[in-house]
């Protein structure tokens, strides 16, 4: 059985594989999985590691972190930033991550709307008149689907090496099991929660009733969605202050998505039009020179090198073809291609992202390409 722990025989040393910190994370990275929530907040976020992992959860589209302490969020709040490549290929989801210097005793409308609310390792922190705060804050006020709280179990402590009271001195607390679920059970009662106690970082063979070394509740609500009217209703004076916001590049904003879709008609036609030269060469070395059966075999060529390529989704009307040094290639062959029309969605949309960026025929039904590689 896997136990993500190593027990050192000589010492009796536990050491947890991989370290424990990393299974919270991965903990809520599965929850994340299953639940597939928009909008993630996580209070108490320090470093933001936990919000770094989940900038790949490309289910998220808003994430927030708050912390009491400014500087420790700003250590390395850079990493959150789009990275060049986010630019070069802008995802096909929007993705806004904030940080917020402020505690998790007050209430702020920036924490409205959010589907889950992570609280790793933050409730031990808090001072007893935080922690009354707390649940009216995250339960009865931001009042997400699903909660996620872990805090250090007691009980385990004993088979920690040099832990004597707290695990941490910044700890005002450390519940054992019974004391966590006391506290959880009246909590998840008075907002209408359900709760599954869990953990992580196995306790060894024949001591498994001392529990996991992190104990974990994850809460769900019990009722259903407070409508935007009724959060409206709320507070709405603002306490918090922002630290960091970063809007990533994505196809739901028009002006990458036009981007996206010059750069993919572009690329496309180029294809097409190397695949009509290739041919023209070939079938010029072959027949000599005469059109008319060079003409016929070019057209099939064209169609098996589309067919070729697969996934194409609207049957062409007209072929691409070759008149002097110039090329034509027939917009409706371009939107046929299944990256194109993807983007696009529709005809008129394709025609109104390439107006004025890509070179069309008089008539605007076919985009023109030289035979040489000037002014590509
Ligand atoms: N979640 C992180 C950090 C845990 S340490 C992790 O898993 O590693 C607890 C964090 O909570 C610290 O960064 C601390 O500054 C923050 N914190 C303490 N009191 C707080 C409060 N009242 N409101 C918001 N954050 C608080």
């Known amino acids: 059985m896997d136990k993500n722990f190593e027990e050192e025989q000589s010492t009796g040393i536990i050491k947890f594989t991989p370290p424990l910190y990393k299974q919270r994370y991965e903990f809520i990275k599965d929850l994340v999985g299953k639940y597939k929530p928009k909008k993630v907040a996580d209070l108490g976020c320090a470093d933001c590691t936990l919000l770094w992992m989940l900038k790949f959860c490309s289910c998220i589209e808003v994430l927030a972190g708050l912390d009491i302490c400014a ?17 070069l290929q802008p995802a096909e989801r929007s993705l806004t991550i904030t940080l917020h210097h402020g505690s998790v005793a007050h ?18 922190h808090l001072e007893e008149s935080e922690l009354n705060k707390f649940p009216e804050v995250v339960f009865g006020f931001m009042a997400p689907s699903i ?3 872990s805090t250090p179990n007691s009980e385990f402590n004993a088979l920690l090496p040099g832990v004597t009271l707290f695990r941490h001195p910044d700890h005002k607390f450390e519940w054992n099991q019974a004391q966590f679920r006391r506290w959880a059970l009246e909590t998840a009662r008075r907002y209408d929660y359900s709760v599954e106690f869990t953990g992580v970082g196995h306790p060894p063979t024949g001591m498994e009733n001392v529990g996991f070394c992190t104990q974990i509740g994850v809460f769900a609500r019990n009722s259903l969605p407070t409508t ?7 507070p709405t004076e603002a306490v918090y202050k ?29 294809i097409i039009k190397q695949s009509l030269l290739d041919c023209l060469i070939s079938e010029h070395e072959e027949y000599d020179d005469d059109p008319t059966e060079r003409k016929s075999k070019l057209q099939p060529s064209v169609k ?11 049957e062409k009307s007209v072929e691409p073809f070759v008149n002097g040094d110039v ?12 990256k ?5 969605g529709t005809f008129e949309k394709l025609c109104k992202f390439i107006a004025g960026k890509v070179t069309l025929s008089s008539d605007g039904s076919a985009v023109v390409l030289n035979t040489e590689h000037k002014n590509e």
């Open 147 to 149: 909660v996620v709280i």
């Open 340 to 344: 194109v029309n993807r983007l696009c």
């Open 304 to 314: 098996r090198f589309s067919e070729d390529l697969g996934n194409l989704v609207v």
């Open 242 to 270: 922002t630290v960091f916001k970063a809007v990533y590049p994505s196809l739901k904003d028009e002006k990458y998505l036009q981007n996206a879709v010059v750069s993919e008609v572009i690329f496309t036609a180029q």
């Open 71 to 87: 500087s420790v969020m700003k250590e390395n709040m850079h990493r959150l930033s789009p990275l060049p490549g986010d630019y």
């Open 327 to 338: 090329v034509y290639i027939p917009l409706t062959t371009i939107f046929s291609f299944h």
């Open 107 to 124: 209430k702020d409308p920036c924490m409205l709307g959010f589907d889950m609310v992570t609280c790793v390792e933050l409730i031990e």
């Open 228 to 234: 935007e009217s009724a959060q409206s209703e709320k």
